[in-house]
């Protein structure tokens, strides 16, 4: 990993041992994989603001590096830290081992952040809508199901022989295959990422003409619309713009960012916890293209997209330790029908 990638003392952190010239300390791999769920793996949180290590800027990786296997070392910090409900930092570990741009993808979705946090919310809206009785857990484990999935995956490549250096179509297939196992892969709203019909299992419905995708498609074109000034149909397409801005926890004493307008990314941490509350991306992807972003400025509590995202939090179980967020009980007719998508 690129030295000058990692964020400077000035804005809170402290360049690592592990960097280039700097002395190592004596450190063994991990003799067994830490289970999923075991909870003593995990110490007492203690987040300290100026040892934190945050990405500001992309990972990029050597020839020899991304020849390497993925360090036991490092597997075992993601799965500790998905045991203690961190899955953005989950991902995040990963990412600076891996450097997939799928994996900042997911620490987006997994922490409700911005555009794609926003789309998150808004497709599984609509998975619950359509899954009915077969969508019956919370968005929070649901969530949790896929970034152990994650590891599974990188895992399971590593005991075959492999680096456990996955493609990002590869990641992809792995999170679809999560909702295959629950019975709604057709519902999967990242479907929409699956440009080529081909690249799906025998017997699956294309991934690019599923219920979810042309769902997914309809509101992302009405919310790209929104967000260069064009408004149209009730609903101003709120509900593809509820995910958190760093901005939101720029005053709470409970909470510490790192990073700015001029860093490609901004990560909110829960000092309570040493969690990754949110992580925002300045130049979001959509695979290899640029993709909006929404403004980085707080929602007015009393607006239609502050009410929206805390009934959404409610109505999926989603974001359930985000204590400041805690959603109001309050019906929401725009996303409480079947065709709530359609007012997004």
Do not use: C
């Amino acid at each position: 990993m690129d030295a000058g990638r990692i964020a400077p003392k000035q804005v809170g952190s402290r360049i690592s041992h592990h960097l280039k010239g700097a002395p190592e300390k004596t450190s063994t791999e991990p003799k067994e994989p830490v289970p999923p769920g075991d909870k003593t793996t995990i110490s007492s949180p203690s987040f300290d603001p100026e040892s934190y290590q945050p990405l500001l800027q992309p990972v990029h990786l050597t020839p020899e590096q991304k020849s390497k296997p993925v360090s036991a070392k490092v597997l075992a910090q993601a799965q500790r830290q998905l045991n203690d409900g961190d899955r953005g930092g989950a991902y995040l570990t990963l990412y600076k081992e891996l450097g997939s741009e799928q994996l900042l993808v997911q620490a987006q979705i997994t922490t409700y952040t911005g555009i794609w946090g926003s789309g998150a919310l808004a497709g599984n809206n609509q998975a619950q809508n359509s899954g009915r009785e077969k969508y019956n857990l919370p968005l929070d484990q649901f969530s949790t199901d896929i970034a152990q999935g994650t590891i599974d995956g990188i895992r399971k490549d590593l005991e075959s022989g492999g680096t456990g250096r996955l493609s990002e179509s590869e990641f992809r297939a792995i999170d679809r295959d999560v909702w295959r196992q629950k019975d709604m892969v057709d519902l999967f709203p990242g479907n929409v990422q699956f440009w080529d019909p081909w690249n799906h299992k025998k017997g699956d419905r294309a991934a690019t003409l599923s219920q979810a995708s042309v769902n997914m498609a309809r509101v992302g074109v009405r919310s790209a619309l929104s967000l260069i000034g064009v408004k149209g149909w009730s609903g101003e397409n709120t509900i593809l713009q509820v995910g958190k801005r760093p901005a939101e926890f720029k005053d709470d004493p409970n909470y510490h960012t790192y990073g700015g307008e001029h860093d490609r990314f901004i990560t909110v941490i829960d000092k309570r916890t040493g969690h990754v509350e949110a992580f925002w991306d300045n130049k979001p992807k959509f695979g290899q293209l640029p993709a909006p972003q929404l403004s980085n400025e707080p929602l007015p509590k009393d607006s239609p997209k502050f009410v929206q995202r805390n009934f959404l939090f409610q109505k999926l179980g989603a974001n359930q330790n985000g204590l400041e967020m805690v959603a109001r009980g309050e019906s929401n007719p725009a996303v409480d029908g079947h065709t709530g998508w359609f007012f997004a």
